[in-house]
């Protein structure tokens, strides 16, 4: 599975959209893209996930360049709750070759949402 | 209600004393892996099993071993912690990669290990 890299930290106001980036330069075709966050030292959550199209659902949007090499996880109104680390991996979709399993999350961005 | 169970979710023992952390999940799910989490490391893939009997390496496996005779089972097993397996443990799990329903992994809580 492909790397990925995300600037260590970024901060937001309270309200206004917060716009993280995620690099995966050797993303292959097979592969999705998948962005996770973690508050304080719980399990990390499930956000989005999309391979090449946009998405959004009712936490946020997931935009993904047209040469899948980077990618943008938006939340629309922040607010002080979503102060926490966001991942963004890249893994292996169905009938995918080469799917071994193996995940890398590496450090992710910590989101500071201020008042 | 859908969810991954690990136990203890705090535990300090001693050097070389043999604990087992274990990991259930009721989703049904084929693949399951544990993590570690340390300051500034982020998380880190210990091993991971894409099916029962099926289990592999992640990128800091040493000083640990798995099972996985049941599909919800997943347990990490210390044969004789040391002090730098201090450390947050996470267990994941998630279906194996069928389309859009593909890869979204479920956490559990985490399980706190101290070995003095």
């Known amino acids: 599975d492909a790397k990925t890299t995300q600037p260590p930290s970024m901060d937001c106001a309270e309200g206004r959209a917060a716009n993280l980036p995620c690099n995966h330069s050797?993303?292959?075709?097979?592969?999705?893209v998948y962005w996770y966050r973690q508050i304080h030292s719980q399990g990390p959550q499930y956000i989005i996930h999309?391979?090449?199209n946009n998405e959004t659902n009712e936490m946020a949007s997931l935009i993904i360049t047209e040469d899948r090499k980077s990618s943008t996880l938006i939340l629309p109104h922040a607010t002080l709750r979503d102060t926490a680390v966001y991942y963004c991996?890249?893994?292996?979709?169905?009938?995918?070759?080469?799917?071994?399993?193996?995940?890398?999350f590496g450090q992710g961005t910590t989101l500071q949402v201020k008042p | 209600e859908a969810q991954v169970t690990q136990n203890p979710r705090y535990l300090i023992t001693v050097t070389g004393k043999k604990l087992t952390v274990t990991c259930s999940q009721n989703?049904?799910?084929?693949?399951m892996s544990w993590y570690r989490q340390d300051p500034g490391l982020g998380l880190r893939q210990i091993y991971y099993?894409?099916?029962?009997?099926?289990?592999d390496k992640g990128d800091v496996p040493e000083g640990y071993k798995v099972s996985r005779k049941e599909k919800r089972n997943f347990p990490l097993i210390l044969e004789s912690p040391s002090p730098n397996q201090t450390s947050l443990y996470f267990c994941?799990?998630?279906?194996?990669?069928?389309?859009?329903?593909?890869?979204?992994?479920?956490f559990g809580e985490g399980s706190r290990l101290t070995v003095l």
């Open positions: 989703m049904n799910h084929e693949y």
């Open positions: 050797t993303i292959s075709g097979n592969e999705y």
């Open positions: 099993s894409m099916n029962v009997e099926v289990t």
């Open positions: 999309g391979l090449k």
């Open positions: 991996i890249v893994r292996v979709g169905a009938h995918g070759s080469g799917n071994t399993g193996k995940l890398i």
């Open positions: 994941a799990s998630s279906l194996i990669f069928r389309g859009r329903d593909a890869g979204e992994l479920f």
